[in-house]
């Protein structure tokens, strides 16, 4: 993933277009037809104005670009700092949130030169990618604990749907309160399935 770059003149094809003017003028010198002093030099005054404002331009371009990629170069090597030591946390929703920031921000970033931004890349990529496998890994093993507890929680589901409609009360009461000490007990289900279990257990307490 890279920022968009900025737009690249075509200076190299501007410079041999300019060298191939200064050969064509050079040559009409040596084998052309002449001009007086006066015109040649008021001629030549103009082409090597021409001449100096394009290397001007050209120079001023580049040393821009410079600047510009040591900027980004600085930005994003405090960026794979703060991703590197994040890399190993295990709060990991805010440090979830945080990678996105890091991201938003690298995307913000502006380009080093290539290699350079292949090289930082690399080094922030590993960082991110050690920080989500190592997230993946521990939502995988709650995933399977929290559907073990899910069919705990289907169980008193189903006991619980057995108290209705009720005709006893008191004896309902009694016997709901020990599915609910038993439901706290069971722990954590998949958040996709929390909705639903928690609205059919509402629905019995509720009757």
Do not use: C, Y
Not at 80 to 91: G, I, K, M, Y
Not at 178 to 188: H, N, Y
């Amino acid at each position: 993933t890279r920022s968009p770059g900025r737009a690249v003149p075509p200076w190299k094809t501007s410079g041999e277009r300019m060298r191939t003017l200064l050969d064509e003028w050079k040559q009409h010198q040596r084998s052309g037809a002449k001009l007086d002093k006066a015109t040649e030099s008021a001629l030549w005054q103009r082409f090597s104005h021409a001449r100096n404002s394009f290397d001007k331009a050209r120079r001023a371009w580049f040393a821009d670009l410079e600047s510009s990629r040591a900027e980004a170069r600085a930005t994003k090597e405090a960026l794979v700092a703060e991703a590197e030591e994040l890399a190993t946390s295990t709060d990991w929703t805010p440090t979830a949130r945080a990678f996105k920031q890091l991201m938003d921000r690298w995307r913000a970033a502006g380009r080093a030169s290539r290699a350079e931004d292949d090289a930082l890349w690399e080094r922030f990529r590993t960082a991110q990618d050690a920080f989500f496998t190592a997230k993946d890994e521990i939502s995988a093993a709650e995933d399977e604990e929290f559907r073990a507890n899910l069919a705990v929680k289907e169980e008193l589901l189903t006991e619980a749907d057995a108290l209705l409609p009720v005709t006893d009360v008191e004896a309902a009461k009694a016997a709901l309160r020990g599915i609910q000490d038993r439901w706290e007990k069971a722990g954590k289900v998949p958040r996709a399935e929390l909705e639903r279990v928690e609205k059919r257990m509402r629905r019995v307490e509720s009757a």
